[in-house]
Nanobody, 129 residues
Framework: QVQLVESGGGSVQAGGSLRLSCAASGYTYNKYCMGWFRQAPGKEREGVATIDSDGRIMYADSVKGQFTISKDNAKNTLYLQMNSLKPEDTGTYYC???????????????????????WGQGTQVTVSS
């Protein structure tokens, strides 16, 4: 059973940085798409960035140039480096995985939620002005 455990959230002031981590375990698929999503109170969950098993990366238009996704295959860990944080970046951040075909979907500048079947419990990020 796939397990995704996020960490690294916290409270920062606007302009600050945070690095989120997602430790993945319990799968042996060679092809996958992993991603970061976020959900602000009262809003729908939105995709932030994805990286596939071949290292191809995609960012939602809303975070391009501000966030960086990466992965350490040896540690089975996914990262999200978040810089120049703004109050509107506040929310719960989730790690997710789509296993088997390695396809990361991207439509009109956005990363859809529906292709991902495995989710972590989330980590809270709060950015104050």
């Amino acid at each position: 059973q796939v397990q995704l455990v996020e960490s690294g959230g916290g409270s920062v002031q606007a302009g600050g940085s945070l690095r989120l981590s997602c430790a993945a375990s319990g799968y042996t698929y060679n092809k996958y798409c992993m991603g970061w999503f976020r959900q602000a109170p009262g809003k729908e969950r939105e995709g932030v960035a994805t990286i596939d098993s071949d290292g191809r990366i995609m960012y939602a238009d809303s975070v391009k140039g501000q966030f960086t996704i990466s992965k350490d295959n040896a540690k089975n860990t996914l990262y999200l480096q978040m810089n120049s944080l703004k109050p509107e970046d506040t929310g719960t951040y989730y790690c997710a995985a789509r296993l088997g075909d390695g396809v990361c979907f991207f439509f009109r500048g956005r990363i859809p939620v529906w292709p991902f079947g495995n989710w972590g419990q989330g980590t809270q990020v709060t950015v104050s002005s």
